[in-house]
């Protein structure tokens, strides 16, 4: 079946726009997160969305980012006035919320901020 | 406070073992899992242990888990050049938050 998938796979973006990402996970599945990879880093947690309960947003570096999950299916990254320290790998993966909790990753959105 | 601590390379020849560590700080964590992310690709779950395990073994790769020094291990077998990749340790636990600590990968590279 389908995996997830992300959109766009490459933005590039001046300093100061807004950028938003997008993130389609595996259908049924409850649970969603965005994560961060810079380069040479691990992965940095941003937000995670578990059903209809309020979302973990305990690793949004600041309030520039916002997140939010429509009907329980797709879920928007935004970045307002972006930085060039937000330049990244932003991840997305899902999970149907089942022991042993596997998550399933989209291939990514490769941020750059000029 | 929370930490996932691994060492960042390895480099081994095809046919050796890999042994790849993680240690990890936080005792009440539940699951522990192994990632593995290939140049171009995704990551992938690779295995994971419950925390009441002390080994699993899956074909060419064996977890082990040291609870008390919490430490974690990941022994590849027999390596081979389709082996190198970024090897990610993560914890977890159960309940409601399924938000995973991750630690900041270590990169196998596997010499012919």
């Known amino acids: 079946g389908a995996g997830v998938s992300q959109s766009p796979s490459n933005k590039v973006t001046e300093k100061g726009k807004d950028v938003e990402l997008r993130c389609d996970p595996i259908s049924g599945h409850t649970a969603l997160y965005w994560y961060r990879q810079s380069l040479g880093q691990g992965l940095e947690f941003l937000i995670y969305?578990?059903?209809?309960?309020?979302?973990?947003k305990s690793g949004l570096p600041s309030d520039r980012f916002s997140a939010e999950r429509t009907g329980g299916s797709v879920s928007t990254l935004t970045i307002q006035r972006t930085q060039q320290e937000d330049s990244a790998v932003y991840l997305c993966?899902?999970?149907?919320?089942?022991?042993?909790?596997?998550?399933?990753f989209g291939p990514g959105t490769r941020l750059t901020v000029t | 406070g929370e930490d996932v601590e691994q060492s960042l390379f390895l480099s081994v020849r095809e046919g050796d073992s890999s042994v790849i560590n993680c240690t990890y700080t936080d005792s009440s964590s539940t699951y522990l899992y192994w990632y593995k992310q290939e140049p171009g690709a995704g990551l992938q779950l690779l295995t994971y242990i419950f925390s009441n395990m002390d080994m699993k073994q899956d074909q060419r790769l064996t977890v082990l888990l040291n609870k008390k020094d919490k430490h974690l291990s990941l022994r590849i077998a027999d390596t081979q050049t389709g082996d190198s990749a970024i090897y990610f340790c993560a914890e977890g636990k159960a309940g409601n938050n399924r938000k995973l600590i991750w630690g900041l990968g270590t990169s196998l590279a596997v010499n012919p």
């Open positions: 969305f578990q059903g209809n309960s309020a979302p973990d």
């Open positions: 993966a899902s999970s149907e919320g089942l022991v042993p909790y596997e998550q399933y």
